[in-house]
Every structure is written in structure tokens, then in C-alpha cells.
T-cell receptor, first 113, second 109 residues
Framework: ETGVTQSPTHLIKTRGQQVTLRCSSQ?????VSWYQQALGQGPQFIFQ???????GRGNFPPRFSGLQFPNYSSELNVNALELDDSALYLC????????????FGPGTRLTVT | LAKTTQPISMDSYEGQEVNITCSHN???????ITWYQQFPSQGPRFIIQ???TKVTNEVASLFIPADRKSSTLSLPRVSLSDTAVYYC??????????FGRGTSLIVHP
């Protein structure tokens, strides 16, 4: 059984640029959630995708957008990067929405300079 | 959205039992309590989940009293490798999971 993978592992971008982060969900999982984790803080929910549709969104501006593909892999896109976007971005897959156990990937460390 | 409150940090010693309490006064009827463990620079890892009374698995126990306003994660005989941040979540049909800052557990030799 393949776990959740994310790419890239590290990324450095300049303020104002755009970035795309990728996530492959665990086999058999149809739901992907994205989180932002700043240093010393807990993960903050960005949004969730269920069967290619957005299924819930946290308190993040529209420049944070996402996609889920037919194979349930997912992308997180962030436009007009700001310094405060520097964080660990985590992807989690689950067998469904609601109370299902989430399986997290190792994360992508994004640094915005 | 059910907000959870946990101690910011705890210290213990190898071989001891550790109990981490989480307060969730406004938990919804359809919310479950879920605990995750996170090591530095890694994603959180599921530990245990429950609705009420007691749940036990190979790594932990979860106690939830009848009023469900709090819960306690119990880690039996901790080792140095249990040093991590532990998060309590109330999650259910309204899927906006809120992690909070978690409890940083340090296990000493």
C-alpha cells in the first residue's frame, strides 16, 4: 500500500510569484485535504477535495486554489505569494469526508523571500 | 465548530504513563474526538479516535466521559520516541478540522 507523497519537498520562491504543490493520495482514498502549518503552530485547514469537487474551505483567500484529478491526486496553487505564506504545506488523504482517519504526507516546505 | 483546549506542554520520564487532557465544551452531537501525533518536519499521524466511553488500541487509550466535554489520551509506559506534539480534534459532519497548537510532550531518560 503506497502512502501519501508530496512534491517537491522544499521550495524557495520570491514574493509575488506563483507556486504549485502536488500530492498523491493513498491507494483507495477519494478525499484530499490541504493544510498550512507555520512554525510552532498547528496545521490550519485550507480546503478539502472529494471526488474532484471542493468540499469545504478554511479561512484562506481565493489566491489559494486547488484541483483534484480523476486518480484522486491533488494540487495546491498559491498566487501572488506573500512572505507570510512561508510554511510547511501538508496534504492528507482519507477514505471519505467527515470523521475518516487522515493520512498525512511529509509536507512541502515553502520559503517565500 | 468545536474548539479544543489542551495544555501547551508536558514533561514525563521513560516508563511512566502519560495522560493528556483535551477540553471541548461545545462539541457537536455528531463530532468524534481524534488524536494525532506529530514529529518535527513530518505530517501528523493518527493515534486514536472515539465518540464516548473508552477506546483502546495498540498504542493508546482514549477516555471520553458521558458529557463529552473533555477527553483524555493515555499513553502507557512512554519512551523517548514518544516525544512529539499531540493534537486533539473534534471532527464530524461539518468538516472544518481545527488542530490548535497541540501539547508538546517531552519524555526524559
Amino acid at each position: 500500500e503506497t502512502g501519501v507523497t508530496q512534491s517537491p519537498t522544499h521550495l524557495i520562491k520570491t514574493r509575488g510569484q506563483q507556486v504549485t504543490l502536488r500530492c498523491s493520495s493513498q491507494s483507495g482514498h477519494n478525499t484530499v485535504s490541504w493544510y498550512q502549518q507555520a512554525l510552532g503552530q498547528g496545521p490550519q485547514f485550507i480546503f478539502q477535495y472529494y471526488r474532484e469537487e471542493e468540499n469545504g474551505r478554511g479561512n484562506f483567500p481565493p489566491r489559494f486554489s486547488g484541483l483534484q484529478f480523476p486518480n484522486y491526486s491533488s494540487e495546491l496553487n498559491v498566487n501572488a505569494l506573500e512572505l507570510d505564506d512561508s510554511a510547511l504545506y501538508l496534504c492528507a488523504s482519507s477514505a471519505g469526508t467527515g470523521v475518516y482517519e487522515q493520512y498525512f504526507g511529509p509536507g512541502t516546505r515553502l520559503t517565500v523571500t | 465548530l468545536a474548539k479544543t483546549t489542551q495544555p501547551i506542554s508536558m514533561d514525563s520520564y521513560e516508563g511512566q504513563e502519560v495522560n493528556i487532557t483535551c477540553s471541548h465544551n461545545n462539541i457537536a452531537t455528531n463530532d468524534y474526538i481524534t488524536w494525532y501525533q506529530q514529529f518535527p518536519s513530518q505530517g501528523p499521524r493518527f493515534i486514536i479516535q472515539g465518540y464516548k466511553t473508552k477506546v483502546t488500541n495498540e498504542v493508546a487509550s482514549l477516555f471520553i466521559p458521558a458529557d463529552r466535554k473533555s477527553s483524555t489520551l493515555s499513553l502507557p509506559r512512554v519512551s523517548l520516541s514518544d516525544t512529539a506534539v499531540y493534537y486533539c480534534l473534534a471532527q464530524g459532519g461539518s468538516y472544518i478540522p481545527t488542530f490548535g497548537r497541540g501539547t508538546s510532550l517531552i519524555v526524559h531518560p
